[in-house]
């Protein structure tokens, strides 16, 4: 693992696009989360990201250009509904999903006739790009700098956490450091290829600021949240942004009646077999003045805003995961469009 830091290091965004034209692995700061980045025209390169994340070769990933100009190299069409989007979003986090041109980027698009494309709104990202169209990369392809189906990293550190230790040559990935990412979920993926707008997974942006923009209805079929009491549905929900600890939603009344169930219990283990005793954390809005009694549950507030609830929830996950807890109750956020990017990660981490 090399960290570079653009702060302290005027060559590292040079070194870094270097390492990128030679078919290295570099993991980038975007606005959204850390990506993974290989040069998305060389599919050699794209295949190490696959390795890297124990990702199957199947799933497409997204690639990252400097802007619409550059992205036009990678279709085949590029819908005016696309164009509207990535118009009014671009640089941003917003993903489309347009027809692929298919002479290039087959490893990055899983071998599908889409690519997702996105131009991120990062500097360090963007810098990064500029360096990178120097050296004729016409864009990269970056999945989440995170092991397949855990947590997306959103701190440089994050990066280095996923991959230490994990053998496979991934010593060879480079960081490049860029501070907390400000959004903090992934982008919104709008695919933009099957005639009408079709909202894969909801982001920062809310379906009524892209249905403004798209001027038609943009189609989104709401995950159902699942029940924690009900029985595992396999295959419902991709299992995906999970933490080790299993985590179970509920509303604030279903987790104050758990809790009140849980305390005795818990302290009743403590007192049997503190070693052994089993622990918990809580990440709620509603009960930030409640304490716990005692050091087998841990809480962790949830911010009450929408927006500073996704700049936080993956690096609250991983610091609730890392205190050893078998289980996270969490409060379900609230019903509202702008909490649509949280939910869904928060659904499906519940889905694992
Ligand atoms: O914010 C983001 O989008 C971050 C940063 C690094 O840019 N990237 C990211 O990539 O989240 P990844 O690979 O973890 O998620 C990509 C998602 C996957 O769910 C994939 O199925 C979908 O995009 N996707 C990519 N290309 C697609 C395509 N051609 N058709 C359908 N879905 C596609
Ligand atoms: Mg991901």
């Not at 850390?34 to 990933?61: E, S, T």
């Not at 996950?317 to 990660?345: F, H, K, N, Y």
Request: aromatic share 6%.
């Amino acid at each position: 693992m090399h960290l570079l830091d653009p702060q302290h290091q005027a060559d590292a965004i040079e070194q870094a696009a270097q390492r990128l034209a030679d078919g290295g692995l570099l993991a980038m700061p975007t606005e959204t989360v850390y990506g993974l980045a290989a040069r998305a025209d060389d599919d050699a390169a794209v295949a190490r990201i696959f390795a890297a994340k124990g990702r199957p070769a199947d799933h497409p990933l997204i690639v990252h250009v400097p802007n619409q100009a550059a992205a036009f190299s990678f279709v085949s069409a590029f819908p005016p509904v696309a164009q509207r989007l990535t118009q009014a979003f671009w640089p941003g986090p917003l993903t489309v999903i347009v027809p692929r041109n298919p002479e290039i980027a087959t490893a990055a698009a899983g071998g599908h006739d889409t690519i997702g494309l996105r131009c991120p709104d990062h500097p360090v990202a963007r810098a990064l790009l500029d360096e990178c169209a120097k050296r004729d990369i016409l864009g990269l392809a970056a999945p989440s700098a995170n092991r397949f189906g855990r947590i997306s990293p959103t701190r440089a550190e994050h990066v280095v956490e996923e991959f230490k230790g994990q053998g496979q040559g991934l010593d060879e990935v480079w960081v490049l450091e860029g501070g907390p990412c400000g959004v903090g979920i992934e982008s919104t993926i709008i695919d933009c290829s099957r005639g009408h707008p079709v909202l894969l997974r909801p982001g920062k942006l809310t379906l009524a600021e892209i249905e403004a923009v798209a001027g038609e209805p943009v189609q989104w079929s709401r995950p159902e949240a699942p029940d924690p009491l009900a029985p595992k549905a396999s295959g419902t929900l991709e299992s995906h942004y999970a933490p080790r600890a299993k985590v179970r939603l509920m509303d604030d009344e279903r987790l104050n009646a758990a809790l009140d169930v849980m305390e005795p219990e818990l302290s009743a283990a403590v007192i049997r077999d503190p070693q052994q005793a089993p622990r918990i954390a809580v990440y709620s809005r509603s009960l930030w003045a409640w304490r716990p009694k005692h050091k087998a549950i841990v809480h962790l507030s949830m911010p009450g805003d929408a927006a500073t609830a996704a700049h936080d929830l993956f690096a609250d996950l991983r610091e609730l995961d890392a205190t050893g807890v078998e289980l996270i109750w969490v409060e379900t956020p609230p019903d509202d469009p702008a909490w649509d990017g949280v939910r869904d990660r928060l659904n499906r981490a519940a889905a694992s």
